[in-house]
């Protein structure tokens, strides 16, 4: 049963990861806890949900379909939300609220004209066969969660390490000010980052949707929690942290969910959080930072 | 008691049971911004403070002079752990952290059936906040915050507010500042949840999350956090509002989290450094 329980625990760590992957990337980047991101994540599912409702569209449609909508949404948040207090040189406290209001807005507003029952993607969305080895049993769409994490994540890799793109970001995240200076236009930049992150949420929305199979508005509120573990596990802004962490946290779910009960598995993510914050709250990865007055 | 008044106090008992208890929370939210922080835990504080006080009336039957100040105790309790460690970083970890405890504490309750009536919460509790108590711990509360606000404690809090870095050179010392803001503000967090359990004699697991934490949040800057009694007034307002314009009901935590993305946007250094403006 072990091996079974890994796999799950794996799969579920791989969304998570992926989830927390575009929240560090903000924070790694623009500096700010940009709380809005939990709303991505909806969005992304919803987008999908009505894409394979309304136009018949299959997994591969409906995925990148949610993605790049969750993307464009992360674009105008950010612009409408960030734009002046970033001028303004406005503290994390400053965004953290402005993002907070936002997000409640937002899931409001999405509550009030969709409703907060539980919806389900259509029957036979993405096929429900699976494949055994030995007494381990991996379902198509734990094959397909997986695989698109791998993808994603080496995409993003790739993009930041191998790309002029990349480039202007990790120029970004080190020195605004330098940055600017070396001619690299901040503003695209940062729109870029947005997309990015936004694209990231609302994957992991689509995918999370689907693993579960229930979809409503909130859905990405209940999500961040997850997401704050995660980032702080493995440090604020850190990359690698958030894909370690988030696998790590997965796992720790599934086994305590497995193994002790089912009600202590929602604890595991806060457990975990506050002890990081006490006994090393640089993360697992970070290095100490100086303190920026 | 004229009829008149005796009317109104029955036809609005709800809404001025709110009005106080809402000027409680916003106080509890002003304590923690007044020294330069961020708590988003205040809805989880008035949490644990409806559930202990409930718990204790329904399975204890302790009186309520007892159950009051047990039930500002619980979060403190919690205030004092979560604290400890975040206080001394930086204000994001103390706000991701308690908002991180809001969710899992909504769980809790949730999964906790046995003890906490899970889903369906915990009803008929003993209708025993009386009006008056609630507007006393309110002046109470007001007065207590005017005065602290002109000693020497409130010019610390002030130093701190400004520039921490500052503060801390001259001799400030923030983390028992900061530890002891978060402190009385679960108090004051777990007060208001008790007399809201002991008012409207229900209490369920949702009404301790998210939202309820945005929108204590929106009370305290709506009023801002010149005067400890501008986040009261605030509260008064977004309290009253949707009872006055029925049909904004539904966009309530809209209006809500608009305000709050308002007011950090459109005060020029952002909300915590406001100002207080000295008595003149």
Partial sequence: MLSQQLVNGLVLGST????????????????????????????????????????????????????????????????????????????????????????????????VFIGTDIQRFPFGFVDNSALEFGDVRISTVQI??????LVLVALLFV????????????????????????????????????????????????????????????????????????????GLGDIRGALIAGVLLGLLEVLTAGYISSNAREAVAFTILVLTLWFRPVGLFGRAQAKRA | MPVWLDDFLFTYETLIHALGVHGLLALSMYCVMAVGQLSLGQAAFMGIGAYTGA???????????????????????????????????????LAISTIALGEVL??????????????????????????????LLLLLGVVGFWMVGR???????????????????????????KLGALIVSSMLAGLA????????????????GFEMA?????????????????????????TALPEVLRPLQDFRLVINGLIIVVAVLFLPRGVIPFRLRRAP
Wanted: proline share 3%; net charge positive.
């Fill in chain 1, 16 to 111: 998570y990861a992926l989830f927390a992957l575009g929240f560090t990337l903000i924070f790694g980047v623009l500096r700010v806890i940009n709380l809005t991101y939990g709303f991505y994540f909806s969005v992304g599912a919803f987008v999908a949900l009505a894409a394979a409702r309304e136009l018949g569209a299959n997994i591969w449609v409906a995925l990148p379909l949610g993605a790049v909508a969750a993307g464009l949404v992360a674009v105008v948040a950010d612009w409408l939300l960030l734009t002046r207090l970033r001028r303004a040189k406005a503290g994390e406290l400053a965004s953290l609220m402005v993002t907070l209001g936002a997000v409640l807005a937002l899931y409001s507003l999405m509550a």
């Fill in chain 1, 144 to 149: 397909l969660i997986i695989g698109t994490t």
């Fill in chain 1, 159 to 234: 993009l930041l390490q191998r790309t002029r793109l990349g480039l202007m970001i990790r120029a970004l995240a080190e020195n605004e000010d330098a940055a600017r200076l070396m001619g690299i236009n901040v503003g695209l930049t940062v729109a870029a980052v947005s997309f990015l992150s936004g694209m990231l949420g609302g994957a992991a929305g689509v995918l999370i949707g689907l693993n579960f199979n229930a979809i409503q508005p909130f859905m990405g509120e209940h999500m961040m929690l997850r997401g704050f573990a995660v980032i702080i596990i493995g």
């Fill in chain 2, 55 to 93: 718990l204790l009336t329904l399975k204890l039957g302790l009186p309520f002079w007892l159950v009051l100040p047990l039930s500002a105790l619980a979060p403190a309790l919690v205030a004092l752990v979560i604290g400890g460690p975040t206080l001394r970083l930086s204000g994001v970890y």
């Fill in chain 2, 106 to 135: 909504r769980v809790l309750y949730i999964n906790a059936e046995g003890l906490t009536g899970g889903a369906l919460g915990l009803s008929g509790i003993p209708r025993k906040a009386d009006l008056w108590l609630i507007y």
């Fill in chain 2, 151 to 177: 000693s020497k404690i409130g010019r610390a809090m002030e130093a701190m507010r400004e520039d921490e870095a500052v503060a801390g050179v001259m001799g400030v010392n923030l983390p028992r500042y």
């Fill in chain 2, 193 to 208: 949840g008790c007399l809201t359990a002991h008012s409207n004699s229900f209490i369920g697991p949702n009404e301790f």
């Fill in chain 2, 214 to 238: 945005v929108t204590i949040l929106s009370f305290a800057l709506l009023g801002g956090i010149g005067t400890p009694v501008a986040p009261v007034i605030g509260a008064m307002i977004l």
